[in-house]
């Protein structure tokens, strides 16, 4: 099997990942979510793991397995992967954040069904904006601690897509960016994956194209 034989350069070494999309709950039975479904960062897991190391993942709503040897925290919300990746932060060596996060959850969270006929033909939601776990990491970061993002986006122009993920990165403050395309028909969900990997200063240092699995090796080369 590929995972036995895979060289240990990441022995010793404590990776966590987040991975999923979280859901935002509305009422007792309604959530606002995302089309994540955790593979790439499922992969990520994995492929850490074949490599040596002790693997963290934070999981939000995966539509696939938990890999066995993987060390996971189960969460639902933004706020409670805030929570757990700040935990887990304090003694990673690497930080990936694979996740799917949502950008803004309901102000109130209603704590029973809403109804319709108490709403009437038009519902206006009021959200408030999420913490920003990634920025967040990356200001706190520990001596030596490499933190890697992912940018999901719609443009399908080659340069304009490298332009926001250069402005991404200037942003969220980590070591590299995993630049991902997605659409209704790529990124979420699919077996495979097509990627830029910027450094800090906005230089691409790999593309990868392929399976979720061999883009997460790609992606755990960079790991000095
Ligand atoms: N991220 C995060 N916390 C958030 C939103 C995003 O940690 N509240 C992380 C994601 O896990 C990803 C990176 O930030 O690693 C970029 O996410 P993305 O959605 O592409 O960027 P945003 O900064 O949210 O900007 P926008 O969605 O408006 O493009
Ligand atoms: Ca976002």
Do not use: W
């Not at 986006?153 to 980590?174: F, P, Q, S, V, W």
């Amino acid at each position: 099997e590929a995972a036995a034989s895979a060289r240990q350069d990441l022995a010793g070494r404590h990776v966590l990942i987040s991975a999923g999309g979280t859901r935002e709950p509305l009422d007792p039975v309604r959530y606002l979510g995302n089309r994540s479904s955790g593979k790439q960062g499922v992969a990520l897991a994995q492929a850490a793991l074949a490599r040596g190391a002790r693997v963290t993942l934070v999981a939000a709503n995966l539509e696939v397995p938990v890999p066995t040897g993987v060390s996971c925290v189960l969460v639902g919300t933004a706020q409670e992967m805030l929570k757990a990746m700040t935990t887990a932060a304090a003694s990673a060596d690497v930080i990936i954040m694979a996740a799917a996060v949502a950008d803004y959850r309901p102000k109130s969270v209603q704590l029973g069904k809403i109804k319709k006929d108490e709403v009437g033909d038009t519902l206006t939601l009021e959200l408030v904006k999420n913490p920003d776990i990634l920025a967040g990491l990356s200001a706190s970061r520990r001596p030596g601690q490499q933190i890697i993002g992912f940018a999901a986006e719609t443009e399908a122009d080659a340069d304009r897509l490298i332009a926001l993920g250069r402005g991404k990165i200037a942003r969220k403050g980590c070591d590299f960016l995993v630049v991902n395309r997605v659409g209704l028909d790529a990124g979420f969900g699919t077996e495979r994956n097509t990627v830029t990997v910027l450094d800090h200063g906005g230089v691409i240092v790999n593309e990868a194209s392929g399976s979720k699995m061999s883009v997460a090796n790609c992606i755990l080369d960079l790991i000095g």
